[in-house]
T-cell receptor, first 114, second 111 residues
Framework: QQQVKQSPQSLIVQKGGISIINCAYE??????FPWYQQFPGKGPALLIA?????SEKKEGRFTISFNKSAKQFSLHIMDSQPGDSATYFC?????????????FGKGTKLSVKP | NAGVTQTPKFRVLKTGQSMTLLCAQD?????MYWYRQDPGMGLRLIHY???????AKGEVPDGYNVSRLKKQNFLLGLESAAPSQTSVYFC??????????FGPGTRLTVL
């Protein structure tokens, strides 16, 4: 079974700090790596995504760093705010057929303290 | 544009009862998915569909059936509910395998 391993399971950060969530994968055929954000009682929503041909993608305070050789990618939240408190899921997708389905990590619950 | 909607939002079943969860999307998406979310387990794919009239098994299909008679609807059925099926169920859709849009979820409790 293909896996995406996510850590840590939970994270507490002070307001203004940097939140870092890491993910690792095994399948080199994965070609798309999204991060989803989920607030309590809501469905997940796409936050930011990256393809393996770039090493970094930044959108506002959110940055994905991608290390293809190490098969790892991470989400960095700069200047973390209480409104960022949510569960974050990394995911990976292969290409074509059932390989096109997203494989999700188990999630990281982020709490940003004021 | 409502996006992805799910009904019902909450449901309590007794062991052995049956029910159907309805997912509807108005974005003309080809692909639709059913996931279950359990604490510490992330999102696990139950069944999915790549187009009207087609369905396929995901990671955890046992105890569930699905149908995609219309492009905009994807139904998830539990024929004989078990306590292990207590979970939050999410439906999602996507146009061509990229961004998945999720519904608000159905919280199911099986007693």
């Amino acid at each position: 079974q293909q896996q995406v391993k996510q850590s840590p399971q939970s994270l507490i950060v002070q307001k203004g700090g940097i939140s870092i969530i890491n993910c690792a994968y095994e399948n080199t055929a994965f070609d798309y790596f999204p991060w989803y954000q989920q607030f309590p009682g809501k469905g997940p929503a796409l936050l930011i995504a990256i393809r393996p041909d770039v090493s970094e993608k930044k959108e506002g305070r959110f940055t994905i760093s991608f290390n293809k050789s190490a098969k790892q990618f991470s989400l960095h939240i700069m200047d973390s705010q209480p409104g960022d408190s949510a569960t974050y899921f990394c995911a990976a997708r292969g290409y074509g057929g059932s390989q096109g389905n997203l494989i999700f990590g188990k999630g990281t619950k982020l709490s940003v303290k004021p | 544009n409502a996006g992805v909607t799910q009904t019902p939002k909450f449901r309590v079943l007794k062991t052995g009862q049956s029910m159907t969860l309805l997912c509807a999307q108005d974005m003309n998406h080809e692909y639709m998915y059913w996931y279950r979310q359990d604490p510490g387990m992330g999102l696990r794919l139950i069944h999915y569909s790549v187009g009207e009239g087609t369905t396929a098994k995901g990671e955890v299909p046992d105890g569930y059936n699905v149908s995609r008679l219309k492009k905009q609807n994807f139904l998830l059925g539990l024929e004989s509910a078990a306590p292990s099926q207590t979970s939050v169920y999410f439906c999602a859709s996507t146009l061509a395998g990229h961004t998945q849009y999720f519904g608000p979820g159905t919280r199911l409790t099986v007693l």
